[in-house]
């Protein structure tokens, strides 16, 4: 197996476990899926869509927390080792950069995503329809809102984890107000989170059954020698609704516009009880990713049926080799994206 040099840092504590299951995907299921069970507080009914990240010895992450009253906030959860979780039992308060409140409507789906010093919360949110929502915190306690980056209509926006030749890079897929039917994943950039431009096209949805429909990126991409490797959810349309499968790729480092390789395969459908059946059936939507440089261990978060946390593993040197072993490209993913 090539060496893949994967940049980030050694953790040490990260949640894992060796393969139990027998499959021929890159990925497999923790045995004890899912993490957590409805009702987790008082006030809400369903928590799943994690977005985790090392923090101070422990783990902490954001989540999609489904109220009582049904509408979405994001909600902080705190964890000793990745696998047990405890939540808030109040939504994030989120201000201005002048101090003042500044909530959301409605939030839902959130992405985290650590820069330097600071962690960026991207979210799904009301800007007079679907659009991206946007925080920084460098505490986990004071959370600074910024302005929307996008009008609407907007989704799954992802924040690469450095800057690429000197400006902050961002995923999205542009969509509707309602279930979308279409989605391609776009990139654009900006000198400062404030002001964004120079837009490309990624990629669109496939010829592949699990991916046919529409897709969205997932985890923030991981650096690596090889690429880029996102994890990214696809959407089939079947008889009785949406499927959501999850799958992987890699891009260009200096140009991820550019798509390297592609995996036609999906790493994982909904088969199990807790990703067929709940709030919302058959899906897997993959929000953060974990990642043991010196080891290569790699445990990836995601969300299961609209209604729990669940977890994956794998090495990245062996999903590196599955996307190239299995990949189809077109020119369109291919070229810079750039019309």
Known sequence: MKNIIVNGYALANIPFEERKEASSSPLWRWSGNPLTKRNPTANIARIFNSAVVPFQGGFIGVFRGEQTNGIPLLYLGRSPDGFRWSFDDKPIHFVNKAGQPYEPLYAYDPRLVKIEETYYILWCGDFYGAAIGLAATQDFQSFTRYENPFIPFNRNAVLFPRKVNGKFLL????????????????????????????????????????????????????????????????????????????????????????????????FLTPEEPYEEKGFVNNVCFPCACLVDKDSQRLALYYGSADSYVSLAFGYVDEIVAYIKSHSVTTAADCEEGLR
Request: hydrophobic letters at 30%; proline letters at 6%.
């Open 171 to 266: 995923l999205s897929r542009p969509s509707d107000s309602g279930h979308t039917p279409f989605g391609d994943i776009f990139l654009s950039a900006s000198p400062d989170l404030e002001y964004y431009g120079h837009h490309r096209h990624v990629m669109g949805p496939s010829r592949e059954w699990w991916e046919s429909l529409k897709i969205g990126a997932g985890a923030a991409p991981i650096e690596t020698s090889e690429g880029w490797l996102l994890f990214y959810h696809g959407v089939a349309s079947t008889c009785n609704g949406y499927v959501y499968s999850l799958g992987g790729c890699l891009l260009d480092l200096n140009e991820p516009s550019k798509v390297l390789y592609r995996s036609s395969n999906y």
